[in-house]
């Protein structure tokens, strides 16, 4: 189950991170979030400046601090935050919700809550969805004939002929969805279809009427090989499973035809779903279904009982970390004999998935799907390689798609999404435009605020041989690069685009001569801000302990523990 949970209008917008804000890791314990709060008070309450311009600063440094305080310390705003981040915290509802504790269930509470808000607000516009299907006869490319005739006209006409590709079906699907109130919805669907010269198709309408926050009800007609009239009931039985009836009437050739399918659902385990469906009438089975399912695995295995279909099936799929690529294999088997599937997909650019799903049965032969996602609309090519079982249409339906595949990546795909990105790029640091100058102003400010903390600790420090920071340079890994290529560079950082000196709050953040930056982007620190929007950043320090010189460089979400003796830099050359 899976939507757009997040309005257009918030997407691509910088957030808070309230563990960064108080150099916290995400496992902190109360204590540790009072201590860091504590810490952060003693520079930002506003009791603690009597100049007005920087009371004024320390005003706005200490609300958001204590914000973020305030909802890490409660285990229920915490939940909701780590789940979901800020736009979780201001969807609104939460209060009628029980205060569950796990992350998992404040994202099912969340995504309940999130259909409940769209549908009130009812985004006045139509939603089209559409699936264009073409089957292809390619049989003639791998399948030979040894008939005279045609071999003594292949030779009389130069001894080369083209093979024969013939568009045997296609099948085209077009719906609409147009909300009538927050409640109503009608949708509208037609449907083509054409196999062997024998065409039809089929016009179809419903009106789905949510009823309340855990049931609607759906009435159908359908128009086209007879009228079919259909009313379909859901309900929420519990939080963890649901209910689907629906009864339908088929008049064809003065016969009337009635129908019914139940479907049941539970959420056995954290991982494990379960279906049973029951049909009877217009088809007659008896369908178990078990998912299986994490961020990187899902198995899914059915067994159905019916006439004539009648078969056990199980697939396989496993989510590779790039690009949202999933690979996918199965196995099915039945009255109709054995059916061995496997392929790939993976998003091409934003808006794209393509893929490939090879297909080989003891009956059905050898084929490959190609199939192209854009937005709403889905194109497959079904395309017959071979009617029997040959190693030859399985070897090229697998490689010939993998290869023409990387060829549009680098040529075409590749191009297209790097202009994409810069056109986001673009587009985010408008939308950003006044939120990094505020960011800016507060990293500013936050320094301002520090000056008396900065100036006790290096004293601290100092006094014992212990941690000082000479240098700290945060920003563009570019310009880091140029400055350690050329240390005269660093002495003037301000003067290099991209960076921003943090050497004063990264010495307040020392503790006992030790610092602790977690993994999370460093633009959130105190006294800091991304100087260098939509670019690879990273944090370079220079330092003294004991007395000895010490350089680090780290990349922006990198975990960083000094004083280091692999730090040293006598050691180093």
């Known amino acids: 189950m899976s939507f757009e949970s997040v309005d257009e209008r918030t997407q691509g917008l910088i957030e808070d991170d309230y563990y960064t804000l108080l150099n916290l890791d995400r496992n902190a314990t109360p204590e540790e979030i009072r201590d860091a709060y504590k810490k952060a008070s003693r520079i930002y309450h506003p009791d603690k400046h009597t100049d007005p311009v920087l009371k004024k600063q320390a005003e706005i440094l200490f609300t958001k601090t204590k914000k973020a305080y305030e909802v890490l310390i409660d285990p229920h705003k915490r939940a909701i935050y780590d789940a979901l981040g800020v736009k979780g915290l201001e969807t609104e509802g939460w209060e009628l919700v029980q205060r569950t504790k ?78 009538l109130t927050t409640k109503d919805t009608l949708s509208l669907t037609g449907n083509l279809q054409n196999k062997n010269g024998i065409g039809g198709g089929a016009f179809a309408t419903s009106l789905r009427h949510v009823s309340s926050p855990t049931s609607w009800s759906e009435y159908q007609f359908t128009a086209g090989h007879g009228p079919l009239f259909g009313i379909k009931w859901f309900r929420y039985l519990t939080k963890r499973s649901f209910c689907t009836i629906t009864g339908l009437c088929h008049y064809k050739s003065g016969e009337l035809t009635p129908g019914i399918e139940v479907v049941l659902y539970r959420h056995l385990d954290k991982n494990l779903e379960g279906f049973v469906t029951w049909k009877f009438g217009l088809e007659s089975c008896v369908n178990t279904t078990v998912v299986w399912k994490n961020s990187k695995h899902a198995v899914i295995s059915r067994i159905q009982f019916g006439i004539p279909n009648t078969f056990i099936s ?24 054995a059916i061995v599937e496997y392929g790939w997909e993976t998003r091409i650019s934003q808006h794209s998935i393509a893929g490939t799903t090879m297909s080989i049965g003891t009956t059905s032969g050898v084929s490959c799907k190609l199939r192209l996602k854009r937005a709403n609309q889905t194109y497959t090519f079904s395309i ?36 994409e990105k810069e056109k986001e790029l673009r587009k985010a640091k408008q939308e950003n435009a006044v939120e990094l100058i505020v960011r800016k102003r507060e990293a500013e400010a936050a320094i301002a605020l520090m000056s008396e903390t900065y100036y006790r600790n290096v004293n601290s420090e100092k006094a014992k041989s212990g941690l000082i920071i000479e240098k700290a340079i945060y920003g563009s890994i570019k310009t880091i690069s140029i400055i350690l290529e050329n240390p005269s560079e660093e002495s003037s950082p301000s003067q290099l685009d991209g960076i921003h000196d943090v050497t004063i709050p990264t010495q307040c953040l020392v503790q006992n001569s030790n610092l602790i930056l977690h993994s999370a982007s460093k633009s959130n620190l105190p006294g800091f801000y991304d100087p260098c929007f939509g670019e690879d950043k990273g944090l370079l320090i220079r330092y003294k302990f004991k007395n000895d010189d010490h350089l680090i460089v780290i990349n922006d979400d990198e975990k960083l523990k000094i004083p280091s003796q692999n730090h040293n830099v006598r050691s180093n050359f």
């Not at 516009?125 to 292949?154: K, Q, V």
């Not at 009389?156 to 024969?164: A, I, L, R, T, V």
């Open 102 to 179: 796990t992350p998992y269930e404040i994202r099912e509470e969340f995504e309940r809550l999130e259909r409940e808000r769209q549908e009130r607000r009812l985004q006045q516009r139509a939603n089209p969805r559409g699936n264009i299907t073409i089957g292809i006869n390619a049989t003639d490319l791998f399948e030979s004939y040894d008939d005279e005739y045609e071999e003594d006209d292949y030779i009389e006409e130069g001894g080369f002929s083209f093979p024969n590709l013939e568009i045997s079906s296609m099948e085209i699907d077009q719906s609409l969805d147009a909300p």
């Open 314 to 337: 199980m697939s396989y799929t496993r989510n590779l970390p790039f690009n949202d690529t999933k690979i996918k294999c199965g196995i099915k088997g039945g009255f109709f004999g």
């Open 384 to 419: 017959l390689l071979s009617e029997i079982i040959i190693p030859s249409p399985i070897f090229y339906g697998t490689l010939v798609p993998i290869a023409a595949y990387f060829c549009a990546k680098s040529i075409v795909i590749d191009p297209y999404n790097e202009a």
